[in-house]
């Protein structure tokens, strides 16, 4: 009990605890919220797309909403005679990886793409580009020359031993690059990816800023099937954060669909389909979609190619590419014969317990899409279990999204900022220290550590719009910074949400964002 005392937050308790004295008070306050309750869908968007200001890096600029953030790691890139400054640091350290950076711009435009009239009805169509402009403008600058990439700033280690603000940096910014001689197929090839969908956003509002980031995109691809091999092999401190365990194909596979989507050219089609086998995209069964792990990604993409006329000539590779995709939908449906993604008591997906959100926001972002599609062909998705019509598809999207929110037993948003109650210790080096704009003092490396890591209380800066890592396998949250498993939280994990908050606020007006179960 004593890791869930501090994690009652509601005031009136409080109060009636202090002064009557009613101690059920704090077991009430555990039980989950009511079954049937009203979500702001539009707020929790509008806050998703805030939290990508807090993770900038590099100068900020003068309408940064984010106030408590400053400049910082302005010379990036100097030592090695390039300039990398900016992108976005992943999650609560300070480190630019260029594999989990790329997948974010990559998610964060399919979702502009497939929902921006909603986002544009919410009013944050402006802030969505602006997220996605911030990271392929550091793309652009980290690309410099066809068969060079420059895929990592800053040494996880040292910057893992120091507890300080981005502002305040004496950590190694150390730049690692892929090139021919030291390929990194993965980082390229989702680069590639990033800048080919962000081409396809900024096509209506930016026509020469999508013709240069198709251009680098359509390079990069074909310097990571070019040269190929394993960017950790290249970039090996890059193992102990962010290893790729399922290498480069599917990531291959991934660009070239997305480069097909950008282009409309027969080539990039005729790779995914070509590949298709050896490549593992009609071969691999996959029940998590990730940073590293793009398969199930890549299958419903190719499956979503299937209804089209011009597609016909593909059918039979497309059915295969689409029997996968409908595993790995089945299995968080909880739908199949075989294996299934687990879940929690209080029905949240769950593959592990190391930032299990990731997954969670990821797989809903799949089946709202899929849904989308799904409804708009008057199909159903094949199960071992029998037909899943489109509704039930979205409707358990919406479930995660709910649960997210606050529909849990813990009855706790995990979207930082929303609702009465959410983790208030976040493990974030920045909104656990006192904002640059208040406290100009330098705070040392180890300074960090000693003071603020060590705090009790609530960070001084709320990392708004972060999705934390989430609950464990019981449903269970402990709100501490140094369990890092369940409080930090990373870009990647907001990303594949803002799209399914867009569309659930555009739907708010009709069901006035009411979830019974």
Known sequence: MEERKHLIQNPVAKILLCCQGLVLLHFISLLPLSSCQSFNYGEALSKSLL??????????????????????????????????????????????????????I????????????????????????????????????AHTHPNVLWAQVGDGDSDHYCWQRPEDMTTSRQAYKVDEENPGSEVA?????????ASMVFRKTNQRYSHLLLRHAEQLFEFGDKYRGKYDESIEVVKGYYQSVSGYKDEL?????????????????????????????????????????????????????????????????????????????????????????????????????????????????????????????????????????????????????????????????YLVGYGLRYPQRLHHRGAS??????????????????????????????????????????DEFRDDRANYRQTEACTYNTATLVGVLAKLHGLEGRDHGTSCF
């Open 106 to 141: 990559t998610m964060l435009s399919w979702g502009v793409l497939q929902y921006g009239d909603q986002l544009a009805f919410a009013g944050e169509y402006h802030h969505a580009l602006e997220a996605i402009k911030w990271g392929t403008d550091y793309f652009i600058k």
């Open 189 to 197: 090839a989702e680069t590639a990816a990033a800048m080919a969908a």
């Open 433 to 474: 220290i006192a904002s640059y704009r208040k406290n100009k003092g330098f705070i040392g490396c180890t300074q960090g550590y000693d003071y603020w890591f060590a705090q009790k209380g609530p960070n001084p800066n709320v990392l708004i719009g972060a999705l934390v890592g989430g609950p464990d396998i019981k």
């Open 51 to 104: 939290y990508f200001e807090s993770q900038r890096s590099g100068h900020l600029p003068y309408h940064q909403r984010i106030t408590w953030r400053h400049h910082s790691a302005l010379t990036d890139g100097l030592d090695q005679g390039v300039d990398l400054v900016g992108g976005y640091y992943d999650a609560g350290d300070n480190m630019k990886f260029g594999l989990p950076m790329a997948f974010t």
């Open 253 to 413: 596979l991934w660009a070239a669909l997305w480069l097909y989507r950008a282009t409309d050219k027969e080539e990039y089609l005729n790779y995914g389909l070509e590949n298709a086998q050896d490549f593992g995209g009609i071969t691999w069964a996959i029940k998590e979609f990730s940073w590293d792990i793009k398969y199930a990604g890549v299958q419903i993409i190719a499956s979503m190619l299937m209804e089209e006329e011009k597609h016909k000539q593909h059918k039979h590779m497309l059915e295969q590419y689409r029997s996968k995709a409908e595993y790995y939908l089945c299995a968080c449906l909880n739908k199949n014969n075989g294996s299934n993604v687990e879940r929690t008591p209080g029905g949240l997906l769950y593959i592990r317990q190391w930032n299990n959100m990731q997954y969670v926001s990821a797989a809903t972002f799949l089946l709202t899409v899929y849904s989308d599609h799904l409804q708009a062909w008057n199909k159903g998705l094949r199960c071992d279990h029998g037909e899943v019509r489109s509704e039930e598809v979205f409707a358990f999207a919406k479930s995660q999204v709910d649960y997210i929110l606050g529909d849990n037993p813990m009855a706790m948003s």
